[in-house]
């Protein structure tokens, strides 16, 4: 039979779970949502026109992950041309969502 105590104390331990599996799994969802942004407003805006089969979307982000990489801070291609450029803040969120989902 449960006691009161017992269920008590096991109730304690789920919201202790919960608690400990949020903080765990929010900050890398909270990092993909800004990387999107990102890629939304310095990548999609030009590649919906000029290389309209990357469009990043928050179901491929994840996929064109390494080529991202590679093309900002490997060879620094990207973002094409000299009107969009990624500040530091970016550059941060972008490497941290990449990083930490490798
Ligand atoms: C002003 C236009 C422009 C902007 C801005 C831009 N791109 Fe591109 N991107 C292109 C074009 C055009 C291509 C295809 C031709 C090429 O690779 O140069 C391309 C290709 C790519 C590729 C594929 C390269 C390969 O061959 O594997 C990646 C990855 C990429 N872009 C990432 C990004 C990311 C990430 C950003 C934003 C931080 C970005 N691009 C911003 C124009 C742009």
Redesign the pocket.
């Given at each position: 039979m449960f006691t009161r105590q017992k269920l008590t104390s096991a109730m304690k331990i789920l919201v202790v779970a919960t608690v400990v599996l949020s903080i765990i799994y929010t900050p890398d969802k909270d990092m993909k949502e800004k990387a999107f942004v990102?890629?939304q407003q310095?990548?999609n805006?030009?590649?919906r026109k000029?290389?309209p089969r990357?469009v990043f979307t928050t179901e491929n982000m994840a996929r064109?992950a390494r080529?991202?990489k590679?093309?900002?801070f490997t060879l620094k291609?990207?973002?094409?041309?000299d009107?969009?450029t990624?500040n530091e803040t970016e550059r941060k969120i972008?490497k941290t969502w990449i990083d930490e989902r490798q």
């Amino acid at each position: 039979m449960f006691t009161r105590q017992k269920l008590t104390s096991a109730m304690k331990i789920l919201v202790v779970a919960t608690v400990v599996l949020s903080i765990i799994y929010t900050p890398d969802k909270d990092m993909k949502e800004k990387a999107f942004v990102i890629l939304q407003q310095k990548c999609n805006v030009c590649h919906r026109k000029q290389n309209p089969r990357m469009v990043f979307t928050t179901e491929n982000m994840a996929r064109h992950a390494r080529k991202i990489k590679f093309q900002v801070f490997t060879l620094k291609r990207m973002p094409k041309g000299d009107e969009i450029t990624l500040n530091e803040t970016e550059r941060k969120i972008l490497k941290t969502w990449i990083d930490e989902r490798q």
